[in-house]
């Protein structure tokens, strides 16, 4: 388990720490940064034996033990995070892996898998109809942006993929776990007229966000849930989403759950709804609880765990993040 980084953007509501305890959270917590090797917000380990080291030490440390076979790179290649938009977050967009490679910046593909939502809230995901720069340039002059997306009524316990290259924002009255890339590029196109606490506007980076835009990106909508085989009956699991940079799938627990890893990917546990405990090791074994709203990074190499909840009759809600 990691100690949580946080960031508090002027959008950011006080959910995550109230919802999730979080006392030690800013008044103002937009995002929690949950498990990152971000030089900008190090995961560092919060439980023995590797107390206070950081998750960018433990994968050299252990490379493919921890991270698995099927990670192309040296270290944790994802960022996941808390997202608490208590106002709409700006409209922006981030570079798919050709843009990047052109413009520069790291290339970021993301989902969002909501959390809770407010009656009402929206997601601004792509554009309503086809667009070019040129249109989209003059609707900017215009300050008619936020006509330009397609909205998305927000469904608690729902997912969406938001490619590299589409144009997006979160909309007020959205708890959110994102997973991405391990990438911190982000280009402002439009703030809905914020301004800063120096009460100047935040910096927008329209020239780059030119550049990245993926006129042709597929049209985004909310998944559904696949079921998935459960060990124990009595649990039920699904499949949020697919893509090529990650999984996530969600574990209705009410009995204890065995879990096999392979050695192809990590897990990252996420307890959207009660207390999880993961339990491992021969004989004795070990076991570490894992509270609501925390995370917590299971190494590709531990071969086997069983999920369960804190005591008969209890439940609980899993989120896993893998490859």
Not at 16 to 31: D, F, G, K, M, S
Not at 33 to 40: A, L, T
Not at 217 to 243: I, K, T
Request: proline residues 5%; contains cysteine; charged residues 25%.
């Amino acid at each position: 388990m990691f100690k949580p980084v946080y960031r508090d953007y002027l959008w950011g509501g006080d959910r995550i720490r109230q919802l999730y305890n979080r006392t030690e959270a800013p008044a103002v917590c937009a995002e929690s940064w949950e498990v990152s090797v971000r030089p900008e917000g190090m995961s560092l380990v919060e439980n023995e034996p590797f107390t206070g080291q950081s998750l960018t030490e433990l994968s050299r440390q252990y490379g493919k033990e921890l991270l698995g076979s099927e990670c192309e790179t040296s270290e944790f290649p994802l960022l996941i995070k808390l997202i608490d938009a208590r106002e709409t977050l700006s409209i922006q967009v981030h570079p798919d892996e050709e843009a990047a490679e052109l413009y520069g910046g790291d290339p970021k593909t993301e989902m969002w898998h909501i959390l809770e939502s407010e009656p009402e809230s929206l997601l601004y995901v792509g554009f309503r109809r086809k667009m070019d720069g040129r249109r989209f340039a003059n609707m900017l002059a215009k300050q008619k942006t936020g006509k330009l997306l397609r909205t998305i009524p927000a469904v608690a316990g729902k997912s969406i993929f938001v490619p590299g290259g589409t144009v997006h924002a979160i909309g007020a009255g959205n708890l959110i776990l994102e997973i991405q890339q391990n990438s911190n590029t982000t280009y402002r196109i439009y703030d809905w007229e914020r301004v800063a606490e120096n009460g100047q506007p935040r910096e927008l980076h329209l020239n780059q966000a030119l550049n990245v835009i993926d006129w042709n990106a597929p049209e985004a909508v909310l998944q559904g849930r696949n079921p998935l085989p459960a060990d124990n009956h009595a649990n039920r699991r699904w499949q949020m989403l697919r893509s090529d940079f990650f999984t996530l799938t969600s574990l209705a627990l009410m009995q204890p759950e065995r879990i096999s890893l392979d050695g192809t990917t990590f897990h990252v546990l996420f307890a959207a709804r009660g207390t999880a405990r993961i339990g491992w090791g021969s004989g004795s074994g070990r076991e570490l609880l894992i509270p609501q709203g925390r995370s917590c990074l299971v190494p590709a190499n531990l071969g086997e765990y069983v999920l369960s909840t804190l005591a008969e009759g209890e439940s609980a809600q899993v989120l896993t993040t893998s490859l």
